[in-house]
């Protein structure tokens, strides 16, 4: 439930906004964007140091 909110606000925010919106993902560590929405994610997340494993899913182990 509260998922499903957080994503109901980020859907809502103005365009331009400051709020990191990028660093929101699934709890598969996923992106669920679909698009070019799911690209812009990823290529944010990318320039922040984070990896993609060949699933196209964050290593979420401590550590990495």
């Known amino acids: 439930e509260r998922a499903r909110q957080v994503g109901y606000a980020l859907h809502a925010l103005e365009d331009g906004t400051a709020l990191p919106w990028h660093r929101a993902f699934n ?34 182990t401590a550590g990495d």
């Open 27 to 60: 709890v598969r560590g996923a992106i669920s964007l679909p698009g070019s929405g799911g690209i812009t994610q990823r290529l944010r997340l990318e320039r922040k140091g984070v990896r993609f494993n060949a699933g196209a899913t964050m290593r979420m």
